[in-house]
């Protein structure tokens, strides 16, 4: 069955740097297109970032854009989350997911698979 892990989180202070990492087991890691989502108290779960899983294509949300950086490394079966910059409004549960479908990335109904999410703060 494939399970995914996440890490990294925590507190940091606005304009801080969080490494998030999610690690697959189970599966062929090196065919799932890869995603970051994010859950804030209250309100939906929301597309940060995806990756392909072959050539590296990556796709980020506005709000991210120019300051998260998302990676992966097959070999390790892990898929990362650079986070530099960090605004308060960035604070919320951060979950990785996974799928084997190479549309419709940014949509959380696109993953199949979850894990249990790594809360990040950001104080001001």
């Known amino acids: 069955q494939v399970q995914l892990v996440e890490s990294g989180g925590g507190l940091v202070q606005a304009g801080g740097s969080l490494r998030l990492s999610c690690t697959v087991s189970?599966?062929?890691?090196?065919?799932?297109?890869m995603g970051w989502f994010r859950q804030a108290p209250g309100k939906e779960r929301e597309f940060v970032a995806a990756?392909?899983?072959?050539?590296?294509?990556?796709d980020y949300s506005d709000s991210v854009k120019d300051r998260f950086v998302i990676s992966r490394d097959n070999a390790k079966s892990t898929v990362n989350l650079q986070m530099n910059g960090l605004k308060p409004e960035d604070t919320a549960v951060y979950y990785c997911?996974?799928?084997?479908?190479?549309?419709?990335?940014?949509?959380?109904?696109?993953?199949?698979?979850w894990g249990q999410g790594t809360q990040v703060t950001v104080s001001s």
């Open positions: 997911g996974a799928t084997t479908m190479a549309w419709g990335l940014r949509a959380k109904n696109t993953y199949a698979r």
């Open positions: 189970g599966g062929t890691f090196s065919r799932y297109f």
């Open positions: 990756i392909s899983w072959n050539i590296g294509t990556t």
